[in-house]
Nanobody
Framework: VQLQASGGGLVQAGGSLRLSCQAS????????MGWYRQAPGKERELVAR???????IYTASVEGRFTISRDNAKKMVLLQMNSLKPDDTAVYYC????????????WGKGTQVTVSS
């Protein structure tokens, strides 16, 4: 199972980016999918998570600005990020709880998001 993330980049404060992450390989089912981020010198933190039934949670700092969604048929999770702030600068990692041979948690390699002031 592999997760491929894309969509990061450099944007000015107030701008928008959309991250996408697609799972591939032998996959029978996917439960939770989501995004974490890690800024320089900080611990990795959960940004948003979405369940198979589309229940979502967000970290407080992105509530109202970020929207997570998923396309189960395409095995994709998306993160629409609006009103970006310099504090959102980080490497963003997608993850998924996947049933392959067994249940396991899989991670993408990360995509850099840089927000300039």
């Amino acid at each position: 199972v592999q997760l491929q993330a894309s969509g990061g980049g450099l944007v000015q404060a107030g701008g928008s980016l959309r991250l996408s992450c697609q799972a591939s390989g032998t996959i029978f089912s996917i439960n939770d999918m989501g995004w974490y981020r890690q800024a320089p010198g900080k611990e990795r933190e959960l940004v948003a998570r979405i369940t198979h039934s589309d229940s979502t949670i967000y970290t407080a700092s992105v509530e109202g600005r970020f929207t997570i969604s998923r396309d189960n048929a395409k095995k994709m999770v998306l993160l629409q990020m609006n009103s970006l702030k310099p504090d959102d600068t980080a490497v963003y990692y997608c993850y998924a709880d996947v049933l392959s041979a067994i249940w396991g948690e899989y991670w993408g390699k990360g995509t850099q998001v840089t927000v300039s002031s």
